[in-house]
Each structure stands twice: as structure tokens, then as C-alpha cells.
């Protein structure tokens, strides 16, 4: 049995994850940082490490795993630590075991495990939908230095001969400040003419309205039946998300596509980044969540994840 999908599933909600007689599966969150050579930027996300001292069983895999796979904690427990032994018999043999989407483990000379974490997936369920980015260095003041330095070498000059030469510019610039305030005094009395005609053509036409309003009889004789409308409404506070969006028509756009497939898809608000959350479906049933969520992952979403949180309808 694969420990890994079950693994990866509870590092979204809990600091830590243990893997009873191997060890445990630790994360901490980071705030954003930017890269001060290269002017990358990555988002905020929970950092994973491993510590094999920690190895008692509390209990929080071998139940999840009971739940998912609908078997007792007892033969839940078994199946781990089959699992542990055949991972320890390769990591003696000198093999690196690699988990998806968590990182690999190896032994070094001393026999102490090793653990690289991996960096393409973040568990922080709040930094859903940012991405790594790099930003163009900012040369303002490059520029800048580069202007004042030209200035220096090639100064700028006016000569008397230079202004006789150009005093035509004067009469020129007079000519078109006349022709502008003219043309203006036009174009504000046609706009004037054109209000005042519309208004007078509105108010015919509203009069015209009025009258066929009052000349008109209505007699209903056979009432239409109510129509009464079955709209079963989501509850729940498990919440299977299909997307975080900046925009919000990106977000209407996607609850249309999974509504065509099918899913009771609908928004479920923002979260403290400002992104509009999207959902398949919302959940009262913690099973019965899982159990779809396994079922869209296989079948239309590997990266569709669960958000346990109470949603004001």
C-alpha cells in the first residue's frame, strides 16, 4: 500500500505526520520573500522536513487511512507497518525512496536519514493559485545618471540670431488660439442645439406612452397556477476547491464550465489574499467529502484539494 496519497493529504491540514516506527513528516510556514540577485518572487508556503526520532504512533494516519479505505484501525495499522518494513529494507540496500510530491529519503554513512524536500508543491491551502515570478530590475536611477551626464558634455544653448529666427511662432501660436476659442464656441452651441431637440422628442414620446398606458384594458379571466421551484441549497464545511482566481469573472467563467460537466460547482467567497475560491461541491459529511474528492482527482482535477471551514450561506 502506497502511504504517500494519504500522507500528502494530511500535510494540508496538520503540522505534522508521523509514520509510526519511521518518523515524521514536519512542515512550517514562510512568509513571501524575493530573491535579491536573481528578483524572484515566491509566495508564501509551509516548508517540509523529517525527523526520524519522532516514530510514536499517534494515531492520526492509521485512522485517516481507516476512513478512506473504509477498513478497521486495526488492519489500517498492519498495512503501515508492512509499508515501513519494506521501506526500511531499502533504504539498508543504499536505494533513496522517493515520495510524490513530499521529497526523497536516504541514508547517509552514519546510517541517518536524509531528506530532501520537494519545491514544486506547496501544502499552505492560503497561497493556493500564486506562482513563482520574476520581476525586471527596476534602472530608474541608471537612467537617470546617464541624462545628467549628457547635460554635463552637450550643453543646451539659446543665441539671440536663434529667437529672430523663430518669431513667426508668436503670430502663428495668436492665429490658433483664436481659431480654437472660435471652434469651441461653435461646437458648444450645435451640442446645445442637439440636447434640446432630444428633450422635446423624450417628452413626445413619454406623452404618446402615457396615453396608449390609459386607453389599454387588461382582464385576466384564468390566473396563471404558482410555480413552486425544488432549489436544493449546499451545506456543509467541507468544501472540495477547483480554483483561487484574482479576477471574478474568471471565477464565474469556471463555475459555468463545471456546472456544464455535471458539478454542483459555486463560489464560496475570498480568501485573505483576495482570490475567489471555487468549488465542486460542498460537503456536511467528512467521508463523504473525501470520497469525491478521490473521485475528482482521478478523474478531472489531480490538483483539486479539501477545505474544511464553515461558510456563511
Known amino acids: 500500500m502506497q502511504l504517500e496519497p ?12 508521523t509514520v509510526p516506527e519511521f518518523g515524521s513528516f514536519l512542515t512550517r510556514k514562510t512568509s513571501a520573500t524575493i530573491h535579491e540577485t536573481t528578483h524572484a518572487f515566491y509566495p508564501p508556503k509551509k516548508v517540509l522536513s523529517f525527523n526520524e526520532q519522532i516514530q510514536e504512533n499517534d494515531g492520526l494516519l492509521a485512522r485517516y487511512i481507516a476512513d478512506v479505505e473504509k477498513i478497521p484501525y486495526e488492519e489500517a495499522s498492519k498495512k503501515i507497518k508492512k509499508r515501513v518494513k519494506y521501506l526500511k529494507s ?3 540496500e543504499g536505494e533513496t525512496i522517493a515520495f510524490e510530491n513530499i521529497g526523497s529519503l536516504s541514508l547517509n554513512n552514519e546510517g541517518k536519514m536524509l531528506f530532501e524536500p520537494s519545491y514544486s508543491f506547496n501544502y499552505l491551502t492560503d497561497a493556493f493559485g500564486l506562482s513563482q515570478f520574476t520581476s525586471p530590475e527596476v534602472t530608474r536611477e541608471t537612467y537617470k545618471e546617464t541624462v545628467e551626464a549628457i547635460e554635463k558634455v552637450v550643453p543646451i544653448a539659446v543665441t539671440p540670431q536663434r529667437r ?22 461653435a461646437s458648444n452651441y450645435y451640442v446645445n442645439q442637439i440636447e434640446t431637440h432630444n428633450q422635446l422628442a423624450q417628452e413626445e414620446a413619454n406623452t404618446q406612452l402615457e396615453n396608449k398606458i390609459q386607453e389599454a384594458t387588461f382582464v385576466i379571466n384564468n390566473p396563471l397556477p404558482a410555480v413552486t421551484l425544488n432549489v436544493k441549497k449546499q451545506y456543509g464545511n467541507y468544501h472540495i476547491i477547483a480554483g483561487a482566481f484574482r479576477v471574478e469573472e474568471n471565477s464565474d467563467k469556471k463555475v459555468d464550465q463545471l456546472k456544464d460537466l455535471g ?7 475570498t480568501n485573505k489574499y483576495g482570490l475567489h475560491e471555487v ?4 460537503y456536511e459529511d467528512r467521508l463523504e467529502a ?24
Do not use: M, P
Not at 529672430?164 to 471652434?183: D, F, P
Not at 468549488?279 to 460542498?282: D, G, L, M, Q, R
Open 6 to 17: 494519504y500522507i500528502s493529504d494530511l500535510l494540508y491540514r496538520y503540522e505534522c505526520v
Open 279 to 282: 468549488v465542486y461541491a460542498s
Open 290 to 313: 473525501l470520497q469525491a474528492l478521490r473521485d475528482v482527482k482521478k478523474t478531472h482535477n489531480k490538483d483539486a484539494w479539501l477545505l474544511v471551514k464553515a461558510i456563511e450561506e
Open 263 to 269: 458539478y454542483a460547482a459555486r463560489k464560496i467567497g
Open 164 to 185: 529672430q529666427s523663430r518669431g513667426y511662432l508668436k503670430y502663428a501660436a495668436v492665429g490658433l488660439i483664436a481659431l480654437t476659442i472660435g471652434g469651441f464656441a
Open 90 to 92: 531499502y533504504l539498508v
